[in-house]
């Protein structure tokens, strides 16, 4: 008859799961942040030097309509920031933050 597992090494395969999971966890979050700013910056591409509240809205903004999961275009990133449900003020703060936007004209070729 074979003996159970110690309680020791139950306990080391418990803490191994637990590392593996907060690695995978981090390589994920920081890989859909990245597609997050990546997908932003075709509007502002400019978004690392706006002031860290516009950059956080935006990103809120972002992370609500999950523009992760649309094409990465312009537009499509702009129509996904717009669908979210927000108040005036907000809504009118997402519009001054467009109108300050570089347009596709303004943008150099390749971007």
Do not use: Y
């Amino acid at each position: 008859m074979s003996k159970p597992p110690s309680l020791l090494s139950l306990l080391l395969v418990l803490v191994l799961l637990a590392v593996f999971g907060v690695l995978g966890a981090k390589f994920m979050l920081g890989r859909h942040a990245a597609s997050t700013t990546s997908q932003l910056a075709l509007v502002w591409p400019n978004i690392d030097t706006l002031p860290a509240g516009e950059r956080a809205f935006l990103v809120e903004l972002a992370h609500t309509c999950n523009v992760t999961m649309r094409e990465p275009q312009r537009a499509e990133v702009v129509d996904c920031l717009r669908s979210v449900q927000m108040n005036a003020a907000a809504s009118a703060r997402l519009e001054g933050l467009l109108k300050g936007a570089a347009t596709p004209a303004s943008t150099p070729a390749g971007r």
